[in-house]
């Protein structure tokens, strides 16, 4: 398997020196994933938990719904100019064959709808829909979220290059961390792995993301049955939408003590937060 980093020269300058020594940067390599031998997409990832990534865009894209939709995961022969094998071709077979789309998925997270079409076709699609009550979380349970990502973000340490997302139950307990220089990717490697785990639909658990929220992973939470996204920064018009839409909890600027809630904020109690803030007033 290819390693996640690789180290390049480059030159540094700053207002008092020049330097030049290598830099540790984070690998990007295409990753081909076939059904039954025929490409499905190719999307750029940073290699590692390829398996759980494969799982995680099936089942975002409504092909699969439990682990046992798929017998196999194998990487496929190839090799790069040394002769090793590159493993950047996945090929997944079905208990039930599917066609392959005549349309090719692009090679980018993005799911290719706009508008309200998107939030028509996403409502009817997920298997996994989210119940009105759903799960509640405390305030400073889900602020200390964000710290615990990226914690655990041992790439992004090194070369500051690599998105992260990760799934936590209510009580704040860290399930599944992965990261990858798409932010897309890392939200199907956790999702991947909740499959994997027979955690979907995933109604009890939370997801954290370390950049913005845009409407693909709100899409992926939704198609997951997650209920409560947040994000450390902003999220798009669009995604708070279809957050609406599908009666999903959205947070965006969870940094420190605040965050803005966008959409279903019943599931997050602040009690305890407001009675802490009224004691240390007094």
Known sequence: MSRVTARRRMRRISSTAEIRRPDTLAVEEPLEIRLGGQSL??????????IDLAHGFLLSEGM???ATDIVAARYCAGTDDQGRNTYNVLDITLRTP???PPRAFPSTGACGLCGKTALDQVRTRTRFPLSCDGPIVDTRTLMAMPPALRDRQSVFDSTGGLHAAGLFTTEGTVLAVREDIGRHNAVDKVIGWALRENRIPAHDLVLIVSGRASFELVQKAVMAGIPILGAVSAPSSLAVDLAAEAGLTLAGFLRGDTMNVY?????IRTGQLFNASSSAAR
């Open 41 to 50: 997409v190719v999307t750029m990832r940073t290699p590692g938990s390829d």
């Open 64 to 66: 699969v719904g439990t």
């Open 98 to 100: 599917i066609p392959v």
């Open 263 to 267: 959409t279903v904020d019943e599931r």
